[in-house]
């Protein structure tokens, strides 16, 4: 049976301070969470219903090992998550400062294992075959990955729904000009683009929400959605409709992976055939669920949640 959902890319440990507004220097306790934008994804699909996997790799260590018990844990196949000698598994810090402070440090040297996902050890079928295929940015910044991404989405060839988050990190970049081709490339295959506006200005060097979505939907794409942080997301189709949704009101405790929730109920609407305004209202609800809670892969919210947080108006 096809997958609903494969994700590829980003994977790693996050440890977040279990104290709030306090400098990392000052922090005593943290909490381990399996984290990564490409599988928090999956892991938010999955906790709405949807069979998936996610495409990745590991260092070939304890936390490697902490990744898969994770991933399964939440009902996510692991089968193409496999380790890299040599490489450890990545670590991610943050600051916790609400509402709007949420420092992030990576540790990813000397290069990030999902960095190492090689075109020749892709399943090209069950990529094909899936409901919906997921592609991050960061995925386009090195070699082999780059080269495997682009060969899947070629592969793929915009069969089912195939999402191309911008995902713009500049800490893997030299600078916006070196990504802007291969983000050209890949949206040339991608009938799906999700990005807030730094994102979308990498992508297509505009930066106004409605141009910016315009921009994206000349480069190939069917959908164009713009996260515009409080002024809500703009969605534009190719169709000519569009929907531009507030965001929910929150008190939010930890901004981090309120973006990866909202694409993993994009995902879940659109598979079940939702309308623009209901897909962005219940994404938006998902994302603010998220943000009003510390971690980011466990805190992904329910079908109730969400649908309770839409009805409310608020996230309670």
Known sequence: MAYDLITMG?????????????????VTSFGKFLGGSASNVAVAAARLGRRTAVITRTGDDPFGTYLHEALRGFSVDDR????????????TFCEVFPPDDFPLYFYRLPKAPDLEIDAHELDLDAIRDARVFWVTGTGLSEEP??????????????AGTTVFDLDWR??????????RPFYTEALRHTTVAVGNLDEVEVATGVREPHAAARAL???????AVVKQGPKGVLAVNSAGESAEVPPLPVNVLNGLGAGD???GSLVHGLLAG????????HANAAGAIVASRLECS???????????????GAVQ
């Open 10 to 26: 980003r994977i790693g440990v996050d440890l977040y301070p279990l104290q709030t507004g306090v400098p990392l220097p000052q």
């Open 145 to 158: 990955s780059r080269t495997a991404t682009l060969a899947a989405l070629a592969h793929r060839a915009k």
């Open 80 to 91: 193409w998550v496999t380790p890299v000698p040599g490489l450890p598994t990545p670590v």
């Open 170 to 179: 500049p800490m893997f970049w030299t600078d916006p000009e070196a990504a």
């Open 261 to 263: 929730a909202f694409g």
């Open 298 to 312: 466990s805190a992904m919210p329910t079908p109730d949640e969400i649908e309770a947080a839409v009805t409310a």
């Open 274 to 281: 939702w309308d623009l305004e209901k897909t962005m209202r």
């Open 217 to 223: 939907l000349d480069a190939g794409v069917e959908l």
